[in-house]
């Protein structure tokens, strides 16, 4: 019966067929007109996964993943399965299916291929292993070895993949891996140098009372640690919780019992009285039986007449309370603030609060959630101060400015004090704090009405401006539109709803200090100079301003995972204009500024800064770079500039302008009038030298070289810098055979001559009969056609030595200049001896010329061998090297 259900169900007459040939009987004459000879039956071949193999090739034909080739980094053409299309087949399958490589099917970053990273509890590489941190005095935490100083700490080996083992980690924090008593956990001992708990110190308890100096508030008294018992009134914090126990109002409870020790009848355990004051420090204990009548909520709203902080003003009616919403204009004060106001233009601010009842666009809402609404509000303050002894602020104060101007000056009276105030419209707002007597006992909190803590200090609270910041109490000019608003984020007293451009970027603002009308929002480079400014006024194209001054910042990791921790900071005109980090392999910032603000670049360090480079460039030139390894600190200053219009009132007179010669006007505005002072054919934008024909830019000799390249002499091609025989001398600085390294300037014995002659000076002293020196007007002394110096008369009288060699023509010349009846000069030889005198109007030209014989050393080793030495007679040698004996 049950053969026939099924065989029913899976085509009965085929499944009978087969059932009975396995009994070995013949089929039934009912049944055998369905059966089809094999030889003829045909049957399709289906595809059930879609894999794009048939079932006939597909080891499994109801699995997408699972195909020949399907894990094609174990083989092209074996039937494997590869769930997470890594290329790598599952290793965990049954037979038909090829087992694969692949540990984890189910997981991409699994395979032999992946990288397997360090105590991560996953066998990535399918080897069976994972690698993890050795723990060789086995306390379960890790050695922070880095034998190689490459940057990875060491790992081993090890078939637990939690890294859980014996000897080994999954942590590497121990300081000490050979001292299973020094881990993170555990108890530092005092005073033994070592540091058991890997701080990074060993635990100093200089009083032996059992608590470092960490906690221990006088670490040199053993009688004062966290544990003690401290002593009322007798000025000491023996148990350091930062104050002394005393009993400031005199109730008997001391201050960290009594939750007032500044009212006497607040305390645990005081009558409650209808003072507004919390008198016996357990709210929760309140009930009826313990209040007065009118500290009890006769209406039921949640509020009583006598609160401790909102009172009901009509505590028969429930809708009345301070919570309750107001109606406008019912003659009933439900929020029980004193008015009944109306609401004209129904905007739903009444009149008390709406700051125009008769325009509904302005009033309290904030639309956008800028924190400002159409109607100014106050920005309000509160000014908590506390004194730990009691007794007030024994002369030190806070004084309260707006503008500079002094608002007002506060100070604890006894135990506690607050205050509030408010300010309106745009005023900086600073506390100025003055000390005087106890000052260990002063402390206070100042902070917004919201709550937001501002600034707190004390005991010993720092002297001097504590807190400055400029408030806009104002309007918010577009309350649907929060970028539009009154924050003032650069404090440069300018708001987005003012117009500032950049709220970010105190150095963008509004001001326009020169007069020029013009800001450093419009574009205007420099406020405090009205002649520059952003305006082209003569209409040439150009500004006086140029407000995209850009720069590039390339930031470059080698390693490319990015910068860890160091940046590079740029300040511009002493103002933080931002700081950068490399992100993977790096980026390029484009940063721009107006033109001629300076600025400089800080780096500061991080780790891995072997890898950190960086290169600061403008348009056209890299400026500054460092790495591997730049330097923490400033690193570079410099000032950015553009080509402007110099006269912005001529229309002439623009970069790239077309320079006219000797009219004395920069055309181009490249800082030069193009003039010929000299009279070299070269003009001064070229020439090195526009004072001194001697220096220009002709080639006179042809040795590739001018005078403004340094050539001594452009008209003999044989005197240059070349030094030819290597003899650390040229032609130019006299060396009398540039092809023989043994003539030379070098006095090797020291007798006075060298091997090319010697040098020998003359004295100058000049004088100016006005006192102001030479006008102008100067000697030149040339030897062997190389000019070697410039000689001026300075002041009222002055001298100079110039030196020359020997075996040339020595001249002297003079070129005039003002005032020449003043100008006197007398020249000397070294023994004092006259050369030449002449002034008052020295003439022009060539005043002196003269040849001096070489006479070389002709025995430069030897110091008794020289010219005009005594000759010993009859000895076989030149003593005065005149060639004979």
Known sequence: MVLCILAFLFACRDAAVVIDEKNGNEPSSEDSGNIQEPESEVEEDLDADEDGFFASNDCDDNDPYTYPGAAIQDSQSDCMTDVDGDGFGDGNVESPIISGTDCNDENADVSPAAIDYPVDALDSNCDGMESCYPDLDHDGYGAMNDVDDDGTLETMESSNLDCNGEGESNVANDCDDTNADVHPDAEDIPNDSIDQDCTGSDLVDVDGDGFGAEVDCDDNDASIHPNAVDIEDDGIDQDCSGADRFDGDGDGFVNDEDCDDSQSTVYPGAEELCDQLFNDCNHAQWSLENLLPDEVDDDGDGYIECSLEDSDCDDTDASVNPGAEEIIFDGIDQNCDGLDPEDADGDGWGSDVDCDDNDASLNLDDVDGDGAATCAQDICFVLDMADTYGDGWNGG?????????????????????????????????????????????????????????????????????????????????????????????????????????????????????????????????????????????????????????????????????????????????????????????????????????????????????????????????????????????????????????????????????????????????????????????????????????????????????????????????????????????????????????????????????????????????????????????????????????????????????????????????????????????????????????????????????????????????????????????????????????
């Open 397 to 885: 104060s806070l004084s309260h400015y707006e503008d500079d101007i002094l608002i007002a000056e506060y100070a604890a009276v006894g135990s506690q004090s607050s205050v509030e105030f408010c300010v309106s419209g745009t005023k900086r707002l600073e506390m100025v704090y003055t000390p005087d007597e106890w000052e260990e006992e002063n402390s206070y909190i100042f902070q917004r009405a919201d709550g937001t803590i501002l600034h707190e200090d004390g005991p010993n609270p720092f002297q001097g401006t504590v807190y400055s910041h400029i408030y806009h109490a104002v309007a918010d000019c577009d309350d649907h539109d929060a970028t539009n608003n009154t924050v003032d984020l650069d404090q440069d007293r300018y708001t987005t709803c003012d117009g500032d451009c950049d709220d970010n970027n105190s150095l963008y603002n509004l001001d326009d200090l020169d007069g020029d009308g013009e800001s450093s929002c419009d574009g205007d480079c420099d406020d405090e100079d009205p002649m520059l400014g952003l305006d082209d006024i003569d209409g040439d194209g150009w500004g006086r301003c140029d407000e995209s001054v850009c720069f590039e910042l390339e930031l470059i990791d080698l390693w490319e995972d990015g910068w860890s921790g160091s940046q590079v900071t740029l300040v511009v005109e002493g103002v933080d204009w931002g700081s950068y980090s490399a992100t993977g392999a790096g980026q390029i910032e484009t940063i721009c500024m107006l033109n001629g603000w300076t600025y400089e670049l800080y780096y500061t360090a991080g780790i891995w800064e072997q890898d950190n480079v960086y290169i600061w460039r403008d348009s056209t030139t890299e400026l500054f770079t460092d790495g591997p390894y730049p330097t923490e600190g400033f690193a570079y200053e410099n000032e950015s500039v553009s080509e402007i219009d110099c006269d912005d009132h001529n229309s002439n007179i623009y970069p790239g302008a077309t320079e006219i010669p000797d009219d004395g006007i920069d055309q181009d505005c490249d800082g030069i009038d193009w003039t010929d002072s000299d009279g070299d054919g070269d003009y001064n934008d070229v020439d090195c030298d526009d004072g001194d024909a001697w220096y220009n830019l002709s080639d006179s000799d042809g040795d590739g070289l001018t005078s403004c390249d340094g050539d001594c002499n452009d008209n003999d091609a044989d005197l240059n810098w070349d030094d030819v025989d290597s003899d650390g001398f040229s032609s130019c600085e006299f060396d009398c055979n540039d092809t023989d390294p043994t003539h030379n300037l070098n006095d090797v014995d020291s007798d006075g001559f060298h091997t090319c002659g010697y040098e020998f000076c003359y004295d100058f002293e000049m004088t100016d009969g006005y006192g102001d020196g030479w006008n102008g007007g100067y000697l030149t002394l040339i030897n062997n056609g190389i000019q070697v110096a410039q000689i001026q008369g300075e002041g009222s009288s002055s001298s100079d030595t110039v030196c020359v060699e020997s075996g040339y023509e020595v001249k002297i010349v003079y070129t005039a200049g003002n005032w020449e009846e003043e100008n006197v000069f007398t020249m000397l030889n070294e023994d004092g001896s006259l050369v030449l005198s002449s002034g008052p109007n020295i003439p022009q030209g060539v005043l002196y010329s003269t040849s001096v014989d070489a006479n070389p050393d002709c025995d430069d080793g030897e110091a008794l061998i020289y010219p005009n030495a005594s000759d010993i007679p009859n000895d076989g040698i030149d003593q005065d090297c005149d060639g004979m004996e």
